[in-house]
């Protein structure tokens, strides 16, 4: 519960797809949520090679966000990432829609819109299969 960023950048490396990553800092964080009541303990961006991130707006894989590949959210509680999920799901099925999202443990993993639902879930499953490897 509650895995450090070393810890999920550390399991990030062994997915073949993802190319670049980079932990958000209170000084760069989109969503201001880092450290905040109900927010998340860490939140690591990283960019796949199914998606050209020079065609993303940004300097910078957080600058990035999830559309050059997705994002790992931590939170303190399960109860916390849940809220979260609910959150987002409130922009599916609108303009505002920035992906697929799921919780593992204490975390929410988030994959680009820019992937299809097929890609987005097999991702999903690359992911969660190396956050529970033993």
């Known amino acids: 519960a509650n895995p ?7 399991k990030l490396k062994n997915i073949s ?16 949520m880092l450290g905040k009541e109900g927010g998340y303990t860490s939140c690591i961006y990283f ?17 990035k966000g999830t559309d050059a590949g997705g994002a790992i959210e931590v939170f303190p509680s399960v109860e916390d990432a849940e809220a ?9 099925n609108t303009l505002l829609y920035s992906g697929s999202y ?12 820019r992937l299809d639902g097929e890609s987005q879930l097999n ?8 956050f529970t490897k033993l």
């Open 4 to 10: 450090s960023s070393d810890w999920v950048e550390s």
């Open 17 to 32: 797809s993802v190319n670049e990553i980079e932990a958000v800092t209170e000084d760069n964080d989109p969503n201001k």
């Open 47 to 63: 960019t796949i090679s199914d998606i050209d991130s020079d065609s993303v707006e940004g300097d910078t894989v957080v600058e």
């Open 84 to 92: 979260r999920c609910e959150y987002l799901a409130g922009f599916d």
């Open 102 to 113: 799921a919780i593992v443990g204490t975390m929410v993993i988030r994959t680009s819109y």
């Open 123 to 130: 991702l999903t499953n690359e992911i969660t299969q190396e």
